[in-house]
């Protein structure tokens, strides 16, 4: 890993680098639209995991706007182990969630 790498990965789990998961997430940079990723996560991963995937996101978004474990076991089917621990990597992660609802909003509030 070169130095400067070092300062752009900082707060990155250690264990994640490598140059396979580079490789992907370089693949995953490519995608050019929602359907190329619907099509790239349907051959790399299981239903199961992309909906797992999904269901982490609507979790941090529910979780953003407070809104309480049981409603939102309810709304997303989610374990309150789930919940937990999408709570702990929104508020005490490495800032991706927070990065990714920050452009979502952002987006939506263009679109308004």
């Known amino acids: 890993m070169k130095e400067h790498e070092d300062d752009v990965f900082q707060g990155i789990d250690p264990r994640l680098r490598d140059s396979l998961t580079d490789a992907l997430f370089d693949a995953i940079l490519l995608l050019e639209d929602r359907e190329e990723c619907y099509r ?45 621990r999408v709570k702990r990597c929104l508020f005490f992660g490495a800032d991706g969630y927070q990065m990714v609802l920050k452009r979502l909003s952002e987006r939506e509030e263009g679109e308004k």
């Open 40 to 84: 790239f996560f349907q051959d790399i991963a299981t239903v199961a995991e992309i909906k797992s995937l999904a269901q982490r996101l609507e979790v941090a978004k529910l979780l953003e706007k407070n809104v309480t474990y049981t409603t939102i076991a309810q709304a997303t089917g989610a374990s309150t182990a789930t919940i937990s």
